[in-house]
């Protein structure tokens, strides 16, 4: 296949030496792997675009997304986003391989916290 008709490497899992199982039949690797589900346990993730700490951040993936994880090696797992579908590197330290269903979805940018489940309770304000 030519280069001009691969699909964008940043929104699909492949590499020479590996590549998503999806993928199979479309692009050349050495070998293929279904991702291993894991969710983010940190407020803020940085995906990077190979495993350095210097390297390009491509997006940033927050508290409670899930990722498919295809390699980890060396402090770093190769991932893909469920959520927009970008690949990279990150720490997998802060990731969790329980996935936890979110309870909770946040709409407006900015909300009053509750110390308790009262509305008249002493409130302040938080932006998100």
């Given at each position: 296949?030519?280069?001009?008709?691969?699909?964008?490497p940043r929104r699909n899992a492949y590499r020479r030496?590996?590549?998503?199982?999806?993928?199979?039949?479309?692009?050349?690797a050495e070998r293929y792997v279904r991702g291993e589900?894991?969710?983010?346990?940190?407020?803020?993730?940085?995906?990077?675009?190979?495993?350095?700490?210097?390297?390009?951040?491509?997006?940033?993936?927050?508290?409670?997304?899930?990722?498919?994880?295809?390699?980890?090696?060396?402090?770093?797992?190769?991932?893909?986003?469920?959520?927009?579908?970008?690949?990279?590197?990150?720490?997998?330290?802060?990731?969790?391989?329980?996935?936890?269903?979110?309870?909770?979805?946040?709409?407006?940018?900015?909300?009053?916290?509750?110390?308790?489940a009262d509305v008249k309770a002493a409130r302040g304000?938080?932006?998100?």
């Amino acid at each position: 296949m030519t280069p001009a008709a691969l699909p964008d490497p940043r929104r699909n899992a492949y590499r020479r030496d590996l590549a998503a199982e999806s993928l199979r039949g479309l692009v050349e690797a050495e070998r293929y792997v279904r991702g291993e589900p894991r969710q983010v346990g940190i407020p803020v993730l940085s995906l990077r675009r190979e495993p350095r700490f210097d390297a390009t951040l491509d997006t940033e993936i927050l508290l409670g997304e899930t990722v498919s994880v295809y390699d980890e090696s060396e402090g770093w797992a190769w991932v893909q986003s469920t959520r927009d579908g970008y690949v990279g590197y990150l720490r997998p330290s802060a990731l969790s391989a329980q996935i936890k269903r979110a309870t909770h979805r946040v709409q407006a940018l900015g909300t009053f916290l509750y110390p308790s489940a009262d509305v008249k309770a002493a409130r302040g304000c938080s932006s998100a």
